[in-house]
């Protein structure tokens, strides 16, 4: 359900949608082309390298570490209530980068390009629906994984195959 | 022969403008461009018309814009190309001109950015990013290229002073500008001590939205030469596309659009850098400008906040950056802008910019840049058809 991932959804349909769902798991998860076998992160369902339509999820450690970042004081609607927050860009470990907030385990003033960070699987609990968000934390951070669909309501996230209908290349 | 060239500019003052409707406004810039052009009105064989349309009330904008206009029944559309919609339609033209579709087309930049409530705009301002991966932690367009002044700073040691430098140099011509929203000089103190926007961005680094229209009128080579004024030729034009997510981008310290796109304009037009003596650039943030330096070949990677404390964009260096204000000091009517510089670089190239006027301007260039680098145009615009 991608619509979990998030601060604000903008996004409820997409057929990588089980990230958000691995995510509530624990697992912060790469995609992989079952043609090419190409990684990406962000995840993506159709392989920009081959042009696959098939791919599966591959757990990342979400080791990196800090490309840039900002504070934001003038925030957009829905978020005027958590500014000023920062935001970081990182540069993962295994390639690809994620765009996240600074978890409380670094303060403002500890934040330098280039140090190195772990990026943490967050349920936030102060919302009401259910939202799921990276957190960029020190390096060594620890978090509980759950099986997947472990929590209740969560659907089984497996890999995506195109249904019969959709035309693989 | 072939070739197209201006044979026509003409400009709305940019700012708040609660006095105007946006086809109003397209009609203050068009009547001046048909008259300094000395065209009649049916001598004109289509309209491009340029504008983001989810900040208008009005759906269809470039069919209100020609009918008010009164540019029926001939043939017209909208380019869309967010904040490089300006350039993308005089694009649109030079093809049909090219192609030999169309002998003479008017190029209407229009836009009211005042005419949404301030929570619509902050609204639409929350999902001008990737939305799937970053809008839903609530990025906004100062936040993008504030990270990119953060890299820019950390890679090449550029300081937050040469950025406000570049703010300093658009208002102190902006302030000599009567189109320009803000005519006023600043002071650097003053930039530093302004209220925080993302850091290291104070409000002074970014640029204003503003209601605007601007207006340029493209003909072909038989229809330029036999025109009431001096042709100015579109010599070189370069357009090229970035990733939208900054997640995908080779690097953040400069929008790999703008590097390609200038490279296929002077390829066209056969300059080098060195060979431009003025140009309009995108300076929606102050950083944009000192990337633009080097995404232009001005100056080598890393060196744009140097280029701006040397004061070599200012009218005697090397070249002149934005001396009619930039988006800074003239303000940012977003599908008004890129049509805005044309009509400021043909004025420089006919020696018309009076007291601004770059001595003896003969090669000029646009950059006109839409999102946070996902589109970039460059023009490379000559007062001679062909460069020897």
Redesign the interface.
């Known amino acids: 359900m991608?619509k979990w991932?998030?601060?604000?959804?903008?996004?409820p349909a997409?057929r990588i949608g089980a990230f958000a769902d691995h995510l509530r798991d624990g697992r912060i998860m790469a995609s992989r082309c079952l043609g090419c076998g190409a990684q990406a992160?962000?995840p993506r369902a159709d392989c920009d390298v081959c042009m696959h339509r098939a791919f599966e999820f591959v757990e990342i450690s979400g080791r990196g570490h800090l490309?840039?970042?900002?504070?934001?004081?003038?925030?957009?609607?829905?978020?005027e209530a958590?500014a000023p927050?920062r935001?970081g860009?990182v540069d993962l470990e295994e390639g690809?980068?994620?765009?996240?907030?600074f978890g409380e385990g670094i303060s403002d003033d500890a934040i330098a390009?280039?140090m190195p960070v772990q990026l943490v699987p967050r349920i936030l609990d102060e919302m009401e629906d259910i939202h799921v968000?990276c957190s960029i934390e020190p390096p060594g951070t620890t978090w509980q994984k759950h099986e997947a669909g472990a929590h209740a309501g969560v659907s089984s996230p497996g890999e995506h195959r195109p249904t019969p209908e959709e035309p693989i290349r | 022969m072939k070739g197209v060239a201006v044979i026509g500019v003409g400009h709305a003052r940019f700012g708040r403008r609660p006095d105007a409707s946006v086809q109003e406004l397209a009609f203050e810039a068009f009547a001046e461009a048909l008259a300094d052009s000395g065209l009649e009105r049916g001598a004109i064989d289509a309209s491009v018309i340029a504008a983001v349309p989810e900040y208008h009330t009005q759906r269809s904008i470039a069919g209100v814009v020609q009918e008010y206009l009164g540019l029926l029944p001939q043939p017209t559309w909208l380019t869309e190309a967010a904040c490089a919609s300006g350039s993308a339609a005089i694009r649109t033209a030079w093809l049909s001109i090219q192609a030999g579709v169309h002998e003479v087309v008017a190029v209407v930049g229009c836009q009211k950015m005042t005419e949404l409530s301030t929570q619509e705009v902050l609204g639409l301002m929350g999902r001008v990013g990737d939305v799937q991966w970053e809008s839903c932690y609530g990025t906004t367009f100062p936040a993008y290229y504030a990270m990119f002044a953060r890299r820019h700073m950390h890679e090449f040691g550029t300081t937050r002073e040469q950025m406000w430098a570049v703010a300093v140099k658009n208002h102190h011509y902006g302030a000599q500008n009567p189109y320009a929203m803000f005519r006023k000089e600043i002071t650097l103190e003053k930039a530093a001590a302004a209220e925080g926007v993302a850091d290291p961005f104070t409000v002074y680094d970014c640029c204003a939205n503003a209601d605007g229209a601007a207006c340029v009128i493209l003909a072909s080579a038989d229809r330029a030469r036999a025109g009431r004024r001096p042709p100015v030729w579109l010599t070189g034009m370069g357009a090229a596309s970035s990733s939208m997510s900054v997640l995908r981008r080779p690097h953040l310290t400069g929008l790999p659009s703008a590097e390609q796109a200038a490279a296929e304009a002077y390829a066209m037009a056969g300059v080098r850098p060195a060979d431009v003596q003025v140009a309009d650039v995108h300076d929606c943030f102050t950083i944009a400008e000192i990337m633009a330096y080097e995404d232009l070949g001005f100056c080598a990677r890393g060196e744009g906040g140097a280029f701006i404390a040397e004061r070599k964009p200012y009218i005697g260096g090397p070249v002149a950056v934005n001396v009619d204000g930039g988006l800074k000091a003239k303000g940012h009517p977003i599908g008004a802008t890129g049509v805005s510089m044309t009509v400021e670089i043909a004025k420089q190239l006919r020696g018309e910019a009076g007291d601004r006027q770059v001595p003896d301007a003969r090669i000029g260039l646009t950059h006109n840049v839409g999102g946070i680098g996902q589109y970039c145009f460059v023009q490379v615009l000559s007062r001679e058809p062909v460069h020897q």
């Open positions: 991608f991932y998030g601060r604000k959804s903008f996004t997409t992160f962000p490309h840039t970042h900002t504070r934001i004081e003038a925030a957009p609607t829905g978020f958590w927050y935001i860009v690809g980068r994620i765009l996240a907030w390009i280039g968000v």
